[in-house]
């Protein structure tokens, strides 16, 4: 049992009640290793200046030095199984056409003619063709992006195949994910992932298919979208819900950190230290508890006061989740079939290894806007072992004042969506009118957001000063 600490070192501070690491090993079935690790570091508290989420002027630092240089995954191996499939990738002002060409080999080129600089492909997503031509004057190139054809050659003297085909574009694979860099110069995507590998082992990504893609506009710029998605602080204000105050907060690398949050395990003093008198002090029964993971059954509830609300929950998650996908699920530990736990990838990628909570996301600027940004959600759902990817649904795409409602197959979680951006678009007006000049972090909950701009102060060579 954890009980509050003092901050006599900065972060050292953590919520009373039990830790992810107790509640977890105290399971039925215990969780991968990757799960028990603790990587947390102090890395300070200034200020971060409201000016990096408004300020257009940093905006076009990033669109020059951070997009074009960084990983960002384009789309799934599934958009473009076979050859001649495309997928087009639109990052800001850049775009990038990924394919699967004749070798069998995914490539990635800047979707641009090296004729008159059209763009070739007009539509982001996922398309077919034999050839990649220009839709201006007709100029085309193979799947390998050689130049094939180019009408009136006989102007064209100075032109040959090799001087004209397409620009490259670095591309590969991860976890069933297509990654691209448009920097020639860049690290390979291994060097960038850090740990990403060796934890994933446990949980593979490419043995899932996209059950549903959701892409909506969100009313703030991009860093903030996603902030509000790294930590758990929120979840009893914003949610009105009784759990995240002991999620715990992991810092792998400049790359790569983690929150897992527990579900199915509230402590009562960590309530009431965020939220006073909102939740009864007494400890929520077993019973309540299991009713707080979504199980009514009465049989269930008796399991649980004999075991826990959480080892009765998994088991009946796992049940009814191999069946509904034909996966046999009868070894996933209980935090795999639980909790949220959630990966981020810079700059803009995140990646949850569960079951009943198996997102991915990817949050971008909306094309030269600084206040508005694209919000790509995933729900990655396990196939069997040697079972076929289908074909991926096209996404639901929602304006920036429709209700994650109205994106059928969401469920119970399209409310939970509504209520984690409900918030954006007063906070970036608020970046804009505030007198303190910058957003105050948490040393420990909110370490990776402080992260992340710290990584981007590398990229653009501008270091975090204090507003």
Request: glycine letters at 6%.
């Given at each position: 049992m ?9 972060g050292s ?22 799960l028990?690790e ?11 200046p409201?000016?990096?989420y408004t300020?257009?002027?940093?905006f ?12 960002q995954w384009?789309?799934r191996?599934?958009h473009?199984p076979?050859v ?9 002002k850049w ?5 699967r060409?004749?070798?069998n ?11 008159r600089?059209?763009r ?14 220009c839709?201006?004057?007709?100029w ?5 992006g050689q ?8 102007d ?12 490259e ?5 991860w976890?069933?994910?297509v ?5 020639p ?7 960038y ?10 949980f593979?990504?490419e ?5 549903l893609h959701v892409?909506?506009?969100l009313?703030c710029n ?13 979840n ?5 819900a ?12 400049k790359?790569v950190?983690?929150f897992?949050h527990t579900?199915g395990?509230?402590s009562?003093e960590?309530?009431?230290d965020y939220?006073g ?6 400890p929520?029964?077993e ?6 993971l979504?199980?009514?059954d009465?049989?269930a509830?008796e399991q649980?006061?004999?075991h826990?609300a959480?080892?009765?929950a998994?088991?009946?998650y796992?049940?009814?989740?191999s069946?509904?996908?034909?996966v046999?699920l009868?070894a ?5 079939m639980?909790?949220?736990i ?10 949850f290894?569960?079951?009943s909570?198996p997102m991915?996301y ?8 600084t206040?508005?940004?694209i919000?790509?959600l995933m729900?990655l759902e ?8 289908q074909e ?8 920036i ?10 469920s119970w ?17 608020g970046f804009?009118?505030s ?5 105050t ?5 909110e370490?990776?957001i402080?992260?992340v701009?710290m990584?981007l102060?590398?990229?653009l060579?501008?270091p975090?000063?204090?507003?």
């Open positions: 954890v009980t509050a600490t003092s901050d006599t070192q900065p501070a953590r919520a009373p009640g039990p830790s992810v690491a107790d509640t977890l090993r105290s399971d039925s079935i215990a969780p991968p290793p990757p028990l603790q990587s947390y570091q102090f890395l300070g508290d200034a200020e971060i409201f000016s990096r300020d257009t002027t940093f076009q630092s990033e669109m020059e030095k951070l997009w074009p240089k960084s990983w384009a789309c191996e599934e473009i076979d001649g499939d495309h997928y087009v990738y639109d990052i800001g775009s990038v056409i990924v394919v060409a004749e070798d080999v995914i490539r990635a080129f800047l979707n641009v003619c090296s004729h600089g059209t070739i492909l007009s539509t982001e997503g996922a398309g077919y063709s034999q050839s990649l031509t839709p201006f004057h007709g085309s190139w193979d799947l390998n130049l094939t054809q180019l009408p009136g050659r006989w064209f003297p100075h032109v040959s195949d090799a001087s004209h085909g397409l620009d574009v670095s591309c590969e694979r976890g069933g994910f990654f691209i860099n448009i920097d110069q860049a690290a390979t995507l291994d060097n992932l850090d740990c990403l590998p060796d934890h994933f082992k446990h593979p990504l043995q899932r298919r996209i059950k892409e909506k506009v009313p991009w860093k903030a979208a996603q902030e509000a998605f790294m930590e758990a602080y929120h009893v204000e914003t949610h009105n009784p759990n995240g105050a002991n999620a715990q907060y992991d810092i792998f690398g790359y950190s983690r897992i579900i395990s509230y009562p960590s309530l009431a939220a008198d909102r939740w009864r002090s007494p929520l029964t019973t309540e508890q299991l009713q707080a979504g199980v009514t009465a049989a509830a649980a006061e004999q826990t959480r080892a009765v998994a088991a009946i796992r049940e009814q989740m069946a509904d996908m034909g046999d009868s996933c530990s209980d935090s795999l639980l909790d949220s959630e990966y981020h990838l810079f700059p803009n990628m995140f990646f290894p569960g079951i909570i991915c990817r949050f971008r600027p909306n094309g030269m806007d206040d508005t940004c919000f790509d729900l396990p196939i069997a072992e040697g079972a076929e990817h991926p649904p096209e996404p639901i795409k929602l304006s004042d429709q209700s994650y409602t109205e994106a059928e197959g969401l979680l399209a409310p939970v969506y509504d209520e984690d951006t409900g918030n954006l678009q007063m906070q970036q007006q804009k009118t007198t303190r000049g910058g957003v972090l948490g040393n420990y909950q370490s990776r402080r992260r701009h990584t102060d590398e990229f060579d501008a975090v000063t204090e507003a």
